[in-house]
């Protein structure tokens, strides 16, 4: 990919960005819509962070990450401090990929 053809989309995409708040115009969006929007975004992050774990390009893959995952899912459950999360899970896919 040239650098040319980058920088058309990345320009693309910030005018398909700009784009939203000029057609709302400072308008308020309705009830249902802001609850909807607010219902979508846990599966969506849900969706990003599966994908990332177990997706290997066009496969899935069951590796380090998944451990670290449920380990991070039962720290957040428990209402763990952020660091200690990422700390603990991080921790877990190390020692699992140097036992493996």
């Known amino acids: 990919m ?3 053809v980058l920088l058309a989309l990345c320009a693309v995409s910030y005018g398909l960005k700009a ?3 000029v057609l709302a115009g400072g308008r308020e969006l309705g009830p ?3 609850r909807t929007l607010d219902l979508v975004s846990v599966p969506l992050l849900a969706a990003l962070i599966l994908t990332q774990t177990v997706g290997d390009g066009h496969r899935l ?3 380090a990450r998944l451990p670290a995952l449920a380990v991070a899912a039962v720290l957040v459950w ?3 401090p952020f660091l200690v999360v990422v700390l603990a899970a ?3 896919a190390a020692v699992l990929r ?3």
């Open 78 to 80: 428990r209402r763990a």
């Open 32 to 34: 249902r819509t802001r």
């Open 61 to 63: 893959v069951a590796d």
């Open 2 to 4: 040239s650098w040319t």
């Open 19 to 21: 784009v939203g708040p």
């Open 90 to 92: 991080a921790g877990t």
């Open 98 to 100: 140097a036992l493996t």
